[in-house]
Structures are given as C-alpha cells and as structure tokens.
C-alpha cells in the first residue's frame, strides 16, 4: 500500500518561513507527478505547487515567488520550502502524487494522499 507521510508544518509568524517534507513509500518513483495541495477552514482543496520527474515545476499564482517545490529522487522524497508566509497561507498542506508525467493541478488528478499537516500563520 502507497504511503506518504508529510512532515515540517506548524506555526509561524508572518513573513516567516517554513519547509515541509513528503516521503512516498511502496510508490514509484521513477516517472511520477509529485504535488502539494491545501486546504483552509471552510474551503475547498486547492493546488499549490508540484514537480514532475523531470523537475518541471508549476505553482498556484498567489505563490509563485514565494514557494519553492523541488524533490529528492534518491530519497522518494519531494520539499515545499515556503518564505514569505502570510496568514493567508493558513491551511493543512496535502502531498499528493500520481504516476506520468503530465503535471496537472485538480485534486481528482492525484491517486495517493498524505494525511496532511497543519500551517498555521500568524499576523
């Protein structure tokens, strides 16, 4: 059974910064879509960042700038590192992955989840 645990969430001022951690178990690897995802209260699961296999990036646009995804193949591992926090980016922080190599952005695209991990952003 695919496994992925996040890691790294917590709270921190605004303008701080924090980096997550996904590590994929039981999941190949090789030739897979790796994302980020979040919700806040009240709201529906939307896409934050991802990467492909080949390390093609693409992020949400009140992110870009701010959010950096980047993975460790060696390591089934993928990173957001995210600066600039504001209060807005307040949710819990979903890793996700799907197999291919199409880097898609809708939350039914992704086949496997993490159980998520909470960022919360103080003002």
């Known amino acids: 059974q695919v496994q992925l645990v996040e890691s790294g969430g917590g709270l921190v001022q605004a303008g701080g910064s924090l980096r997550l951690s996904c590590t994929a178990s039981?999941?190949?690897?090789?030739?897979?879509?790796l994302a980020w995802f979040r919700q806040a209260p009240g709201k529906e699961r939307e896409f934050a960042a991802s990467?492909?296999?080949?390390?093609?990036?693409q992020y949400e646009d009140s992110v870009k700038g701010r959010f950096t995804v980047s993975r460790d193949n060696a390591k089934n591992s993928v990173f957001l590192q995210m600066n600039s926090l504001k209060p807005e980016d307040t949710a819990v922080y979903y890793c996700?992955?799907?197999?291919?190599?199409?880097?898609?952005?809708?939350?039914?695209?992704?086949?496997?989840w993490g159980q998520g991990t909470q960022v919360t952003v103080s003002s």
């Open positions: 996700a992955a799907r197999g291919g190599s199409r880097v898609l952005t809708s939350p039914g695209d992704y086949m496997y």
């Open positions: 039981r999941f190949t690897f090789i030739n897979s879509v």
């Open positions: 990467i492909s296999w080949s390390g093609s990036t």
